[in-house]
C-alpha cells in the first residue's frame, strides 16, 4: 500500500473501501462512510450495488491501466523486475489472477486481455502472450 493509503474492492460483495496508511477501511460509493475499522461494526456495501459500480468503468483500457496502477501502488516495480529474471508468475502469480479475475468482471470477456497486457507492457514492460487475460 502507498503511503497515500489505497481503494479496494471486496470480491465478495463488490463493496469499494479506502484504507488508510494506518490500515483503517472506510467504506466508499452508495453509503456514507463509516470511519469505522473494518470488523468494528462497519458493513459492507449491499450486492444489488455491484451493477451500478461496475457500469461506471466500461473502457478495458481505461480499466487495465487502472488496475495496474492499483497493482503498481502496491508493487513498486517488483512485477517488472522478476519479469526480466523469467520469475513472473512464480512470484507474482496470485496478484496476476486476481487482476485478470477483476479486469473481467469489470469489462467482462468479450474484449479479451489486450488491454491488460498492454498496460503491463506499459508500466514494467512484461510482454505477455496473447491468450493472456482474455
Given at each position: 500500500?502507498?503511503?497515500?493509503?489505497?481503494?479496494?474492492?471486496?470480491?465478495?460483495?463488490?463493496?469499494?473501501?479506502?484504507?488508510?496508511?494506518?490500515?483503517?477501511?472506510?467504506?466508499?460509493?452508495?453509503?456514507?462512510a463509516s470511519g469505522a475499522p473494518r470488523g468494528a461494526g462497519a458493513e459492507p456495501a449491499a450486492p444489488a450495488a455491484a451493477?451500478?459500480?461496475?457500469?461506471?468503468?466500461?473502457?478495458?483500457?481505461?480499466?487495465?491501466?487502472?488496475?495496474?496502477?492499483?497493482?503498481a501502488s502496491r508493487a513498486g516495480d517488483a512485477p517488472g523486475e522478476a519479469f526480466a529474471r523469467g520469475r513472473l508468475f512464480?512470484?507474482?502469480?496470485?496478484?496476476?489472477?486476481?487482476?485478470?479475475?477483476?479486469?473481467?468482471?469489470?469489462?467482462?470477456?468479450?474484449?479479451?486481455?489486450?488491454?491488460?497486457?498492454?498496460?503491463?507492457?506499459?508500466?514494467?514492460?512484461?510482454?505477455?502472450?496473447?491468450?493472456?487475460?482474455?
Amino acid at each position: 500500500m502507498g503511503p497515500a493509503g489505497a481503494h479496494v474492492r471486496c470480491p465478495s460483495c463488490r463493496g469499494v473501501f479506502a484504507v488508510a496508511p494506518d490500515g483503517t477501511v472506510h467504506e466508499l460509493g452508495g453509503s456514507p462512510a463509516s470511519g469505522a475499522p473494518r470488523g468494528a461494526g462497519a458493513e459492507p456495501a449491499a450486492p444489488a450495488a455491484a451493477p451500478a459500480i461496475a457500469a461506471t468503468v466500461e473502457d478495458p483500457d481505461q480499466v487495465a491501466r487502472a488496475l495496474v496502477g492499483e497493482l503498481a501502488s502496491r508493487a513498486g516495480d517488483a512485477p517488472g523486475e522478476a519479469f526480466a529474471r523469467g520469475r513472473l508468475f512464480s512470484e507474482w502469480g496470485p496478484a496476476l489472477g486476481e487482476l485478470i479475475d477483476e479486469y473481467r468482471r469489470r469489462v467482462g470477456s468479450a474484449p479479451g486481455g489486450a488491454a491488460l497486457r498492454a498496460a503491463l507492457r506499459e508500466r514494467w514492460g512484461i510482454d505477455l502472450p496473447d491468450g493472456f487475460g482474455g
